[in-house]
C-alpha cells in the first residue's frame, strides 16, 4: 500500500510539474515515479531514493521561493 501511495503522489508531481513547464521538477518526480511503479523492484532497489526525493523537496522548494520572489516583486 505505501509503495502505491508513493507512486501516486509521485505521478501526480510529475503531470502537474509538467503541465506547469517546471522542466527540472518534472524530471525529477518522473525518475521518482518510475522507482515507485508496480514491477520496478529492480529499479527501486538499484536506485538511491532517499536521494532523488532529497534532490526533489531542494529543487521543489527552490521553485517554491522563485515564485515567491516574483510574485513579491510584483
Known sequence: V???QRFDAAH???GVTANLSLTKLSKLASD???C???GNEKLRAETDVDGLMEEFE???KHTIETIQAYADAR
Open 2 to 4: 505505501v509503495i502505491r
Open 12 to 14: 501526480s508531481a510529475k
Open 32 to 34: 521518482v515515479c518510475e
Open 36 to 38: 515507485f511503479r508496480y
Open 58 to 60: 531542494k529543487c521543489y
